[in-house]
């Protein structure tokens, strides 16, 4: 049985992928996108109802807008490349909430929120769009769906661990556990949620540009962000990349951004 865990578990990573349309990329899928968007679009409702929405405001006007023109850039962008039925699961939806957490959001399936706190830092509407952009690709990329696969390996590689130290002593396999949980999130969880990041980056700046904001926008954005977050725990511990890393790649991805607009005749 203790040799027989492992093919299994290789089994389960390879049959439960997909390919991205707007990466390329082939992606952890062990989790249904009928039932995660099911959830999420449920868990935003309650969201909604329990927070205090913003509306008919020049604000959250803007908020609609930009999101709307992120959306379009988005379908231009999927029906260019022969995928325009991507998004037929997806139900957008753009709201600003009264808070004071300097942050945005995206749940699986293009359910979206801005909170108040954000714009003093975002400032203009290509700000806005920066921090649009960058969440809706985290919606476009499946990386809800990815985390949640995630998950379930790291519960499969728990339970092989408990298997192959079943006959050790109590001690070893407390010590075996810890390691796990230890090393499975240092170098599996924490790396791959700053993978997710910077491919949210990256699309994300695509989108805006298509959009017809300015990528240039982008970098001063995230340079007040810095100066508001008064620097980075280390990248190695953390889910995010260095401030200064982001705004480096950001600042490379900007001319293949251009040319993407350009392409699709934005």
Not at 68 to 94: C, N, P, V
Not at 115 to 124: M, R
Not at 218 to 237: D, I, K, T, Y
């Amino acid at each position: 049985m203790k040799k027989q865990w492992l093919p299994a578990f290789i089994l389960l990573i390879f049959s439960g992928c997909i390919t991205n349309p707007l990466t390329g990329k082939s992606t952890m899928a062990l989790v249904n996108n009928d039932e995660l968007f099911a959830s999420s679009f449920q868990q935003y409702d309650e969201f909604i109802k329990e927070n205090t929405v913003i509306s008919g405001t020049a604000q959250a006007r803007l908020v609609e807008q930009v999101g709307t023109r992120i959306r379009q850039a988005a379908e231009k962008w999927l029906a260019a490349e022969g995928q325009g039925e991507y998004l037929s699961d997806y139900q957008w939806e753009y709201k600003l909430i009264q808070e004071d957490t300097v942050n945005a959001w995206c749940m699986p399936g293009g359910k979206i929120v801005v909170y108040t706190g954000i714009l003093p830092i975002t400032q203009t509407e290509a700000g806005l769009a920066t921090v649009m952009g960058h969440e809706v690709a985290h919606a476009l990329l499946n990386h809800g769906q990815q985390r949640m696969s995630a998950g379930v390996l790291q519960e499969v590689g728990a339970a092989g661990v408990s298997l192959a130290t079943g006959e050790k002593s109590s001690q070893t396999q407390q010590l075996a556990m810890t390691a796990y949980g230890a090393g499975s999130q240092l170098f599996g969880i924490l790396p791959f949620s700053r993978s997710h990041e910077n491919e949210a980056d990256h699309i994300g700046l695509i989108l805006m540009t298509i959009a017809g904001y300015d990528p240039e926008e982008s970098v001063p954005f995230w340079e007040r962000m810095s100066a508001q977050s008064g620097g980075n725990s280390p990248e190695f511990l953390s889910t995010h990349p260095s401030d200064s890393r982001r705004i480096g790649n950001l600042q490379g991805w900007i001319p293949e951004a251009k040319e993407k607009a350009r392409l699709l005749g934005s």
